[in-house]
């Protein structure tokens, strides 16, 4: 239901000075995956990954972060509070 279709914690590397978190309590990256397109359209394939690009290329910046937000909030919000 949500925008993104797969959440990941980031790879847990290490380089130079800069030390991947290794507690909760540390900031850590997301790897968020959206596929674009038209599921359930009745649309062949190509068509349907022709109109998600179509909408990927429409939104903003806020859009993006909107959505991930969104999507954030309905995963870890209920934990947060």
Not at 20 to 48: F, K
């Amino acid at each position: 239901m949500g925008f993104h279709n797969h959440v990941a914690l980031d790879f847990p590397v290490s380089l130079g000075g800069y030390r991947h978190p290794r507690d909760p309590s540390e900031p850590m990256l997301l790897h968020l995956v959206h596929v674009p397109g038209a599921p359930n359209s009745g649309l062949d394939a190509r068509e349907q990954f022709r109109i998600g690009r179509g909408q990927l290329y429409a939104m903003t910046f806020a859009d993006f972060e909107e959505r991930i937000r969104d999507d954030l909030d309905r995963m870890l919000g209920p934990a947060v509070s």
